[in-house]
């Protein structure tokens, strides 16, 4: 396994033992050199095979194979510029057909020196020039067009889509070598693996080689950390492998970490482990039960899913999509673990590394070279739905990753400070030992915009200063107006919120009795700054609604169906004067709110078209109670018909009229038009005189059965308002329209009652 696939220990820092000195190389040929190279690259030796390699160029500078080894040994070594350089001698030398992969080769590099225009066409012409029944042909082609959409989506989104402050760790905690497996315990602590060393070692035959160890920091302020320690060596470490890759579970009880064997440049057989873990001291440290020696696991993350806890990792085990996936096992209550599961949804033919898993917004972080990307690992984000799905897989664009290898995005899990992360990176402005891209240094990211702005309400009362408790709060986006959250808070008055940078709001208190209240909340950033907040940073700050009990507070509703009922006025008038005091309709919401002096009796009146009104008389020790009003829809009159030429009440038309007379009765202060019509028979004055002859019909009728006339108001229409047409479209007669339009009908019509037609459904 390759190292980069380890997080890049850097274990290239050893050339080994110089076993062919200076002196006797004159005395070598060009292939004797270069197969003491190939001999030393066997060995895993890089920076020895290089060497070599670029003597036997520098004794036939035509030597092809010389040129690839050279080129491809920079590749390994993560020179990028200086491979594009001995690639392009290929293709100078009209060479390049001798060594078909190095197209692909040349073109990748070429896209990690983030020259995007240039790798493109070489990459097409890789697509169509290699063979197709070459070594992983299909793969090779595969990974070349995922790098050429990956080079196009990065030459349009070479910006940062949000505010990053990213700054190198330093040299307490970077060295010229690579370090690795960064995991932030709070902002103030980092863990971390490192190899420590600041030269190219050079170790005699028989002397034992450095080994990776994790080691931990303590921040001094201002972006700076102190003198690194060793952590819990005496535990962790043992004889001749690398301890990399700390991390732990969420409440710190347990420790993981990765034990490897170096073999030349590269780490075999890395396996990972958990220990108990308390007050910074490891112990009982343990081998997890999926590991194996047919394969490497490594990159253990901790999650939280659906209420269970799980073991994120990578491996090159059989069953993965790519050389290394991303794997979960549950942990058991005993600290072991269950079959690993692939993560098939985010894992691609190419390598899928560093998975980190941040529960407050259910995200997974992970790192990849197969989703197109800006370099070889990218650091990408998904979300994880209820259901378990993972959503769309989003590249975290510039600023977090470069057109190098960007990995092990790791957000700091202490409390609600999301918005402060780690990050892997060979990036330029690493402390390199080489080139500027050999060695992975920690990165710190602060990312301003996520930072949690948490907002503390108090409701209190205006007069007394005393909590306002039960009141319901609701935050709303000032600009869109949109209710963004609300609380109610039955046993106190204290509530908190979250806000988003840049965003106003308003903050409004509202309870049964009291008179709504509303401060402002502005979270842009030139008030938070003003604010004195730090940006950079979780922040807090406090408000206070004020309310003060109203006088009154009224509902309206439906009274058939309890419905809150859209479209009410509710009048207010002073009991004693009549004198109306104030008035308010609302189109939508049925709760109004009066700040009205408490030393009087008022009369509710609330009323809506098309409703029976409802009217109450409250006295002032019930001002602070809500009033409920219940309106009534009004029953449906049904009108009532007459024969041809006449006025008299019918049977038919008279059992029409009881069932006038007992709405009548169930509604005292309702008053009715009862208005007459008739067909388009005789002249105009002889039907307005025959529809006010039925209209009085009918009032005869209803007074003497104990109605008041006042409520009774005649109305007559004559031929006027048809309730169907007279004649046909032929222009014959039309009997049974002209029987429809021989009627009278109910409206009530007292503007305080509201007003409703009656139906023209024939019932007599």
């Given at each position: 396994?390759?190292?980069?696939?380890?997080?890049?220990?850097?274990?290239?820092?050893?050339?080994?033992?110089?076993?062919?000195?200076q002196p006797t190389t004159n005395n070598l040929t060009p292939k004797m050199k270069e197969q003491i190279g190939d001999e030393e690259r066997n060995k895993k030796n890089t920076y020895t095979a290089l060497e070599w390699y670029i003597r036997a160029y520098e004794a036939n500078e035509k030597d092809g194979a010389a040129i690839y080894k050279v080129a491809s040994t920079h590749q390994m070594l993560r020179d990028y510029k200086s491979a594009t350089e001995w690639y392009q001698k290929l293709v100078d030398l009209e060479l390049k057909e001798d060594y078909p992969l190095s197209r692909y080769q040349h073109a990748l590099v070429t896209k990690m020196t983030g020259d995007y225009e240039n790798c493109i066409p070489r990459f097409e012409a890789f697509i169509k020039e290699y063979p197709a029944d070459a070594p992983k042909a299909d793969y090779y082609k595969k990974m070349a067009q995922i790098h050429i959409d990956g080079a196009k989506w990065s030459k349009d989104n070479m910006e940062p889509t949000e505010e990053l402050i990213i700054e190198n760790a330093g040299p307490n905690v970077n060295s010229k070598s690579t370090e690795g497996g960064a995991y932030p315990m709070g902002r103030d602590e980092i863990i971390y693996a490192s190899l420590r060393a600041d030269t190219i070692i050079v170790k005699e035959e028989g002397?034992?080689?450095?080994?990776?160890?994790?080691?931990?920091?303590?921040?001094?302020?201002?972006?700076?950390?102190?003198?690194?320690?060793e952590f819990n060596a005496e535990i962790l470490q043992k004889e001749g492998m690398h301890v990399v890759e700390p991390t732990f579970n969420d409440d710190q009880t347990k420790f993981y970490f990765v034990r490897a064997e170096l073999i030349g440049n590269e780490l075999e057989n890395s396996r990972i482990y958990v220990a108990d873990y308390n007050d910074g001291t490891v112990s009982n440290p343990k081998l997890l039960d999926f590991n194996s020696s047919a394969y490497s696991c490594q990159d253990p993350a901790f999650a939280t899913w659906d209420g269970k806890n799980y073991l994120l990792f990578t491996s090159n085990m059989e069953g993965g999509k790519g050389n290394m996936d991303v794997w979960y096992?549950?942990?058991?209550?005993?600290?072991?673990?269950r079959?690993?599961?692939?993560?098939?949804?985010?894992?691609t033919i190419g390598d899928d590394v560093t998975p980190f898993?941040?529960?407050?917004?259910?995200?997974?972080?992970?790192?990849?070279?197969?989703?197109p990307g800006m370099g070889g690992w990218d650091i990408f984000s998904t979300e994880r739905a209820s259901d378990g799905s993972m959503g769309e897989i989003k590249n975290m664009g510039a600023g977090f990753n470069t057109y190098v290898d960007d990995f092990s995005f790791t957000v700091n899990k202490q409390g609600n400070d999301d918005c402060y992360a780690l990050i892997l990176s060979n990036r330029p402005g690493t402390m390199s030992l080489k080139s500027e891209t050999c060695c992975d240094d920690i990165f710190s990211v602060l990312m301003p915009e996520r930072c949690d702005i948490i907002l503390d309400i108090a409701v209190i009362h205006e007069t007394t200063g005393e909590p306002m408790i039960g009141a319901a709060v609701q935050l709303i986006d000032e600009a869109t107006g949109e209710v963004v959250?609300?609380?109610?808070?039955?046993?106190?008055?204290?509530?908190?919120f979250m806000l988003e940078v840049?965003?106003?709001?308003?903050?409004?208190?509202?309870?049964?009795?009291?008179?709504?209240s509303q401060t402002t909340a502005d979270a842009t950033k030139e008030a938070l700054t003003a604010a004195g907040l730090d940006l950079t940073k979780p922040m807090t700050f406090s408000k206070e609604v004020k309310v003060k009990e109203l006088g009154?507070?009224?509902?309206?509703?439906?009274?058939k169906t309890n419905a809150a009922l859209d479209g009410v006025t509710v009048t207010l008038y002073d009991a004693a004067t009549g004198k109306e005091v104030k008035q308010m309709t609302k189109g939508t919401g049925n709760e109004f709110t009066f700040a009205i002096p408490r030393d009087k009796d008022y009369k509710v009146f609330a009323n809506r078209e098309g409703y029976i009104a409802d009217t109450r008389v409250v006295a002032q020790k019930d001002l602070g109670m809500v009033q409920k009003m219940y309106l009534t829809p009004p029953p449906v009159f049904y009108n009532i018909y007459f024969s041809f030429n006449k006025s008299n009440i019918r049977q038919g038309a008279a059992d029409t009229l009881e069932m006038v007379l007992a709405t009548l009765n169930e509604n005292p202060d309702m008053v009715v038009e009862v208005r007459g019509h008739t067909d388009a028979k005789g002249s105009d004055q002889y039907n307005m005189n025959l529809s006010n002859k039925r209209s009085i019909a009918a009032i005869n009728y209803l007074s003497k059965k104990g109605v008041n006339k006042n409520r009774l108001q005649p109305r007559f229409f004559g031929e006027a308002e048809p309730a169907a047409e007279n004649e046909k479209t032929d222009g014959s007669d039309n009997p049974e329209g002209r029987a429809l339009n021989r009627r009278v009908e109910f409206k009530i019509v007292n503007g305080t009652l509201g007003v409703k037609e009656t139906t023209t459904e024939k019932k007599n």
């Open positions: 396994m390759k190292l980069n696939n380890i997080l890049l220990i850097v274990a290239c820092l050893f050339v080994g033992q110089l076993a062919y000195a002397e034992e080689y450095e080994h990776a160890k994790i080691y931990i920091a303590q921040s001094e302020g201002d972006g700076k950390w102190g003198e690194s320690k096992a549950e942990i058991n209550e005993d600290g072991t673990t079959e690993p599961l692939n993560l098939e949804a985010i894992n898993f941040d529960e407050r917004i259910n995200t997974l972080y992970f790192s990849s070279d197969g989703h959250d609300e609380q109610t808070n039955t046993e106190g008055n204290d509530y908190q840049g965003k106003k709001y308003k903050v409004v208190a509202k309870k049964d009795g009291v008179e709504g009154l507070m009224v509902q309206a509703f439906d009274k």
